[in-house]
């Protein structure tokens, strides 16, 4: 029971993620399995995705080439 429960999150966590372009974190799939009335933590949700390898592309919002001041 739990595996197979393990099992289907997994693959809805794979679909979501991708359906993302690969941009959604654990906080956001939780929210779409949600809406999908699944139910289930972030703790576990990042817990997935770490296990089955799903990289998230972090951006640094704050750092680009226009803020940089020049001497």
Aim: glycine share 2%.
């Amino acid at each position: 029971m739990q595996s197979e429960r393990r099992a289907v999150l997994s693959a809805e966590i794979f679909s979501i993620y991708h359906w993302s372009r690969c941009r959604y974190g654990s906080p956001r799939i939780v929210r779409e399995l949600e809406s999908k009335e699944i139910r289930a933590s972030r703790p576990f949700v990042a817990k997935l995705m770490r296990e089955s390898n799903v990289i998230i592309f972090r951006l640094n919002k704050g750092s680009n080439s226009e803020n940089v001041k020049s001497n």
